[in-house]
């Protein structure tokens, strides 16, 4: 492999845990080699997901193809934080907080449901047409903290979230929750994700919580039917008072 001492700048296009490899989009490496620069697992720092903002070395293997060494993340909480707008048209939330109004002093309850597509599977090569740095997890969660805290829910409940991420990441570090994460995979691999249910404690108290794993309807006697339908999908039951 030939390596070069000059510093690029690109964003995490594509990464798949599974297959411990990656692609990085650069603007000028796209000029001089017409393709995405490959990067191995092991070059990135760990919880990278797509659409982060990279620094890093060069090699070009045998075949002319270039891969990412000295894998550095640049700080984008800044531009992210700007993003928070480019959401959603705000004018909806008001119009859900004027019904809430309306209400007056009815006792109710405002729930939200959001699957926030957890960063193991919010990759450039499902979502082609998506430009990298939307997918970006730093970006969406500003975005994701905003949305949640102009709703004021009582009861949040989120699929495909990262358990092991701060809850206020989101804004919900005041809330109490419970949660079940997925299996790991037949590989081995573990999955980080899972669904998660959360509420203000000033309004509810958990009486029971029931985690649910679909796997376990499968039948186990024919590994063949056992491999073919094992998904890994959770749920939960949760009754709060």
């Not at 309850?109 to 430009?131: E, H, I, M, Q």
Request: charge should be neutral; charged fraction near 25%; hydrophobic fraction near 40%.
């Amino acid at each position: 492999m030939k390596s070069t001492s000059f510093k690029f700048q690109g964003i995490l296009r594509s990464f798949s845990t599974a297959d411990g490899y990656g692609f990085v989009r650069s603007k000028e490496l796209m000029e001089r080699f017409n393709c995405d620069a490959y990067v191995s697992a092991s070059e990135l720092p760990q919880g990278l997901g797509c659409g982060a903002l990279l620094h890093f070395s060069l090699t070009v293997n045998s075949k002319g193809q270039p891969q990412c060494r000295e894998v550095l993340e640049i700080d984008t909480s800044e531009v992210d934080f700007k993003a928070v707008d480019d959401l959603i048209m705000w004018e909806k939330l008001e119009e859900v907080e004027k019904v809430a109004a309306a209400w007056g002093e009815l006792k109710c309850a405002r729930v939200v449901s959001w699957n926030l597509l957890a960063p193991a599977y919010c990759s450039g090569t499902y979502f082609k047409d998506v430009k990298p740095e939307f997918l970006r997890w730093q970006r969406r969660a500003a975005q994701v903290s905003k949305v949640l805290a102009k709703l004021d829910a009582s009861l949040c409940c989120l699929q495909e979230i990262e358990l092991d991420r701060p809850l206020s990441e989101l804004g919900l570090s005041k809330y109490f929750t419970v949660s079940v994460r997925r299996p790991p995979r037949s590989t081995g691999l573990c999955r980080d994700d899972g669904c998660l249910v959360a509420w203000r404690p000033e309004l509810f108290e958990l009486v029971r919580h029931f985690p649910v794993s679909f796997d376990e309807s499968v039948p186990k006697q024919d590994p063949h039917i056992w491999e073919r339908y094992r998904t890994g999908h959770v749920a939960q039951v949760v009754e709060l008072q």
